[in-house]
């Protein structure tokens, strides 16, 4: 018989919603305002409204396997419960995924919306095909994802994944976390717009002081004006690429995995950022020379080209495909692939 | 019916071989030269003479399960080839594992070196009983290994779990792979030399120069002068403690482990360079502030102290127990884990 399940991705802005069969088909999809000012109790009521049309709507479709839920946070998995969520903060210590199991009668699943995200990818984006993948997910933090035999990677609380806070620079930029120098604080969204204030407020280029003097400078905006060219806001990406390459190759040198996919908003400047990503892992990583059989990234050329190639088995950098889909089909994917 | 294993420690000096039985005790050791000179016959001809002679004194103990060979260098896991090894050289691309199969009739397991020491160090030592772990070994460099439910995590080529090439400073010291600020060259014996020579070169600290100026000089020596308190001595191994600190911190927050263990001959010098350690992990992740429930290790002074603790799931960064006998067990039990 045929079945489907859900995705939640709760956002602190919006809620999204989809239907989706097992073969990742989409059935439908909805999105919400994630009405947080209103209270938790309101999110959730919202929530359950929508999923309900939902499953009436596809009654006909098959077997509802269940729900799964991306939440930007720190989740307990074991009680089902939001530790910590910036975006979220009256879900802490609330029995959330119970409670909504309750309202809907169905199994539902919590999960981190970064390791979401990377279980899409590895399902119908970048990796599909694979079982073992690595993502990081640059928005307004750095989040990270770990798939092992086709399974999320949670450590012994859930707590595992945090490539955000991994150092790039011991006496670098202050992170939010409190740190100094984690990649976050050079490879999210919210680092842009930093990094690119500091630019202008050293004199670096006059379309990005223009920028810079606005009080709604984004990350965006930084990324058209390296698209125009702009050598000081092309800068500013190259210092996101140079830290997003010292984790990778940190991350190709513990993990030897077949591939490692960059997605969130921030990686539509791709084609900007991943010249300096490739010039650090050529420098940084045996393990990445050594699994590129054909040199294609260039790694003949770098420090490590001594070190023999080992045939086919290539370490592949790349960027997501699922944009911002990723986190949606990864959570309806949870609930197709949640042991008994 | 009662069964044992053999494991084989192969350095590039010492060639040590123990059966130990399915509980871990120690049925007999032996330990010869290897004769690398010589080359790679003789030295698997001697090898496979004392394995011989130790199955023939062992024959009342019970069934021979296999024989776990440990290596310093990469090793296809699948073909059971040495890849590279810059102590046995002439044993690239030579079919090891089948050669010893043949001439010893019985299962025969390569594994690199440092995977066979967090193996032992999982099994008898420091995280005995866990089954998820990670290990650091600081020698002439700096190995790696994982265990993830009880088995040592490969990635997809076996060159999984270069810690060692972690990066610490992305513009810092020149480490034997080519690349710059690699933690092997800041935490292995190697690199305790050669800091103990530019601290000396700087004119720190008499007793240190006097040291330095003898072209013996070595990581012992070095440890000797921190034990009597010399100043710069000391500095050395601060050193060494706040570049595994920065790298434990990055695997902390990567893996969420419940144990992450130091061992290696630099690992006598703990007690001076672990304070160094637990400074940048308070510092650098809010895993290990998370997993620190009763702040044992001043973790609620940190920078995280605003993370709630995580009930008792805490995060244990310790040395190792084995000494170098955790490659030597971690060999043996490789035979007894192996998949049929």
Chains 1, 2 share one sequence.
């Not at 006909?60 to 946070?73: D, M």
């Not at 086709?150 to 006496?171: C, Q």
């Not at 806001?233 to 996919?261: D, E, H, Q």
């Not at 054909?294 to 050329?301: I, Q």
């Amino acid at each position: 018989m045929p079945a489907y399940s859900i995705g939640v991705d709760l956002g602190g802005t919006n809620l999204r919603i989809a239907a989706v069969d097992e073969q990742g088909g989409l059935l439908e999809k909805v999105t919400l305002d994630t009405k947080v000012s209103l209270g938790r109790d309101h999110v959730i009521g919202d929530m359950c409204d929508a999923i309900q049309q939902l499953v009436q709507k596809n009654q006909g479709v098959g077997s509802l396997l269940g729900i799964g839920i991306g939440v930007p946070g720190i989740i307990d998995m074991e009680t089902g419960m939001v530790r910590e969520s910036p975006n979220l903060p009256d879900w802490a210590d609330y029995p959330a995924r119970d409670e909504i199991e309750k309202r809907l009668k169905t199994r539902v699943i919590l999960e981190n919306d970064a390791n979401s995200a990377a279980l899409g990818e590895c399902w119908l984006g970048a990796a599909r095909n694979l079982k073992d993948m690595a993502m990081l997910t640059l928005g307004t933090g750095v989040g990270g994802g770990l798939i092992m035999g086709g399974r999320i990677w949670h450590g012994m609380s859930g707590m595992a994944n945090e490539f955000g806070h991994i150092t790039v620079e011991p006496a670098g930029a202050l992170c939010g976390c409190g740190n100094r120098g984690c990649l976050e604080a050079y490879a999210s969204a919210t680092a842009v717009v930093r990094m690119a204030r500091e630019a202008a407020g050293n004199g670096s280029g006059a379309a990005l002081s223009r920028a810079a003097a606005s009080a709604e400078l984004s990350s965006k905006t930084v990324y058209d004006l390296a698209i125009q060219g702009d050598d000081a806001a092309r800068k500013v990406f190259a210092r996101v690429g140079s830290a997003l390459g010292i984790v990778l190759s940190s991350l190709v040198n513990a993990f030897n995995l077949p591939m490692y996919v960059v997605g969130g908003g921030v990686s539509s400047a791709w084609e900007i950022f991943s010249p300096a990503i490739f010039q650090e892992l050529r420098q940084r990583s045996m393990v990445y020379a050594a699994t590129d059989p054909d040199g294609s990234n260039g790694t003949r050329l770098g420090a490590s080209a001594h070190v023999k190639p080992l045939g086919p088995r290539k370490t592949i950098i790349t960027r997501a495909l699922l944009g911002s889909d990723a986190g949606l089909y990864g959570a309806a994917r949870l609930a197709m692939i949640a042991e008994k």
